[in-house]
């Protein structure tokens, strides 16, 4: 349940920067569908559309062609766009695409934003191989800076390095460069630890004349800080100043990060001093990583501070708040804090999130106290809710520890039922794993190695961690 500051301030530059595929989406585009979502509010399409359920993707055209056939007026562009920001906003990538589907087969008229949405859509929902091959589906004038931009856009998401840099490179080629492109490369190689190329495309795009922005400039002191080169953040700084480039919160708490990370604790507090500052600081986001950061800082005070803030300003914090700050205070090895608002969280709570219960039930778990874990475990069901992977991982590797293996296998077993092989490849933990070997190796207890070679197979980590090379005589077929 340990909380990464360094990623919390990575997923806020990427959710800072359009979450559509180029910027251009979400100035004209994105206030033109607020506009038609505000005039469609009581209109009957726009009312039966948005009421379809998740699963129900497939009545979107069935819905489209009946409010059609009663409709003197066509349906156009303009009536759907606002429709599909409503089920982007919401999650529900499915109807948006049937929207984009019934568009292209009634012939009505598409614009680039709106190939590039469907792209967006499509690598979302079915994986990138689809937003490519509709790419290539493209003909004459629709492959632009915009359609290209979305694709690369895709690439980087998933983290494909190949695939990006070549169309990279194209990108270059056709004079599709911008600042936002350069950014997307930066945030991959950031991703996939190549932080050292970072500098490297700010001096590229320094040497076209391609503006550096807010977004660039956070990135350059990521990489610098990931490679312990504190004289280059500070540099990165100043160039932020004279270039006029105002320091926010995110710069603020992304500065303290690299000097946390590089073990510049003083430096760290000054810098997240210098975010309290800040006026007008309302952003729930600024809150959790002050939080957070003061607690990789051992620094119970600031950790209370920024929360009583927060507070202020969101007098009934969300499940994510609570989440944040029992981490912290778990961090902080402060107990009774927290069983105190895990108690305040808990009692108002509307919507039980089984990541907060987790907070409480590693803590007790930490310190043996198994009876109290059990009661937050039973709790979790009694409110509607149910354990989740992690959940399971806190108790199967507490049990094997204490040598419970019985009790393991039942929670790695009930784990193996619900994890998905392709999304859950981290159950359970390498650390469970390896002390469920010596347990076996040091017992002799080939009985139970079978049931556990059993649940490794079914989600597919038997292959991977070569368990019967260090199980002798347990006969499972992989």
Same mark, same amino acid.
């Given at each position: ?21 180029? /910027?251009? =989406? ?6 033109? !569908? ?18 379809? +359920? ?9 819905? =489209? #062609? ?10 156009? /562009? ?8 409503? $089920? ?30 469907? &792209?967006? =859509? ?23 800076? +915009?359609?290209?931009?979305?694709? $690369? %856009?895709?690439?980087?998401?998933? *983290? ?43 001096? #590229? ?41 105002? +320091? ?20 760290? @507090? ?9 006026? @007008? ?5 600024? $809150? ?15 950790? @209370? ?25 778990? *961090? ?22 089984? /990541? ?9 778990? %930490?310190?043996? &106290? ?12 009694? /409110? ?16 094997? #520890? ?5 009790? !393991? =296998? ?16 981290? $159950? ?9 070997? *010596?347990?076996? #190796? ?37």
């Amino acid at each position: 349940m340990a909380n990464n500051a360094s990623r919390l301030i990575m997923l806020k530059l990427k959710a800072s920067q359009p979450s559509s595929p180029s /910027r251009w =989406l979400c100035t004209s585009t994105a206030e033109a !569908a607020k506009s038609v979502m505000a005039k469609n509010r009581g209109d009957t399409l726009f009312s039966k559309l948005t009421a379809l +359920r998740g699963s129900e993707e497939a009545k979107v055209p069935e819905t =489209l #062609e009946e409010w059609a056939g009663k409709e003197v007026k066509p349906i156009k /562009r303009f009536d759907i766009i606002g429709i599909v920001y409503h $089920f982007r906003k919401y999650k529900k990538y499915n109807h948006a695409i049937k929207l984009y589907e019934w568009m292209e087969k009634s012939k009505t008229r598409m614009k680039n934003a709106d190939h590039a949405i469907r &792209m967006d =859509l499509l690598a979302k929902v079915e994986g990138v191989a689809s937003a490519e091959k509709y790419f290539d589906s493209l003909q004459g004038d629709a492959k632009t800076n +915009r359609t290209y931009g979305a694709l $690369f %856009n895709c690439y980087c998401k998933e *983290k494909v390095l190949d695939k990006a840099l070549e169309l990279f490179e194209k990108m270059k080629d056709l004079g599709f460069t911008s600042t936002l492109n350069y950014n997307n490369m930066m945030a991959l190689y950031l991703d996939v630890s190549q932080p050292e190329k970072v500098p490297l495309l700010a001096e #590229e795009m320094e040497g076209k004349n391609i503006a550096a922005d807010h977004y660039t400039y956070n990135q350059l002191v990521q990489s610098y800080g990931s490679q312990n080169d504190f004289d280059a953040v500070e540099a990165v700084l100043l160039k932020m100043e004279r270039n006029k480039v105002q +320091r926010d919160w995110f710069t603020y708490g992304n500065l303290a990060t690299a000097y946390v990370n590089g073990g510049l604790i003083e430096k760290a @507090n000054a810098a997240l001093e210098e975010m309290k500052k800040i006026e @007008n600081l309302r952003d729930r986001e600024a $809150f959790h990583t002050l939080i957070t950061l003061y607690a990789r800082t051992s620094n119970p005070s600031g950790v @209370n501070q920024a929360w009583d803030s927060l507070k202020s300003v969101f007098p009934k914090p969300s499940n994510v708040s609570y989440l944040i700050m029992l981490l912290a205070l778990s *961090k902080l090895g402060d107990v009774v804090t927290l069983e105190k608002l895990f108690a305040e969280w808990e009692s108002d709570c509307l919507n039980y999130d089984v /990541r907060v219960a987790n907070v409480i039930i590693e803590s007790y778990l %930490n310190q043996d &106290m198994v009876e109290k874990a059990t009661l937050i475990y039973e709790n979790i069901m009694k /409110r509607g809710s149910e354990p989740n992977l992690r959940t399971l991982e806190s108790f199967a590797s507490f049990y094997i #520890e204490k040598h419970r293996i019985d009790l !393991a =296998l039942i929670y790695l077993e009930m784990g193996a039922s619900k994890a998905n092989p392709d999304r859950h490849k981290w $159950f359970p933990t390498d650390k469970t794993v390896a002390m469920f070997l *010596k347990h076996f #190796e040091e017992k002799n207890d080939m009985e139970n190695a079978e049931r556990f070679c059993k649940s490794m197979k079914k989600i597919g980590r038997l292959d991977d961690m070569v368990l019967c090379t260090n199980i002798a005589a347990v006969n499972v077929n992989p």
